[in-house]
């Protein structure tokens, strides 16, 4: 049984930034696609990272400012946030799948179908 943990949500201020991980077991993330996906409150679910063994891409909301970092020793991944708005706040969900199909499958529309497994959540609320 495959199981996501989410960690490191917290209260920051504008500016700041900010790491959550995802810790998996039953899972090698070395073997899968590992997204993220955060929900503020009132919208919908955005895919915002997509991240195989090698390659990693962004949603145009976070692009630029936020960074994907591997622990596969520690079968965890990293999402390092910087210079974070309020237009951040949500609750970020980690989301993974043994990966079966190319990188561009999973990646192209960072979409929740694909993903399996799905962490618990850990919400990170940006203000003064």
């Known amino acids: 049984q495959v199981q996501l943990e989410d960690s490191g949500g917290d209260w920051v201020q504008p500016g700041a930034s900010l790491r959550i991980s995802c810790t998996a077991s039953?899972?090698?993330?070395?073997?899968?696609?590992v997204a993220w996906f955060r929900q503020a409150p009132g919208k919908k679910r955005e895919g915002i990272v997509c991240?195989?063994?090698?390659?990693?891409s962004y949603s145009a909301s976070v692009k630029g400012r936020f960074a994907v970092s591997r622990e596969y020793f520690k079968n965890t991944i990293h999402l390092r946030m910087n210079n974070l708005t309020p237009e951040d706040t949500a609750t970020y969900y980690c989301?993974?799948?043994?990966?079966?199909?190319?990188?561009?499958?999973?990646?192209?529309?960072?979409?929740?179908?694909?993903?399996?497994?799905w962490g618990q959540g850990t919400e990170v609320t940006v203000s003064n």
């Open positions: 039953g899972l090698s993330l070395a073997n899968a696609v």
């Open positions: 989301a993974a799948v043994r990966k079966r199909r190319s990188s561009n499958f999973y990646c192209d529309n960072i979409r929740p179908n694909p993903f399996d497994s």
């Open positions: 991240a195989t063994e090698s390659t990693s």
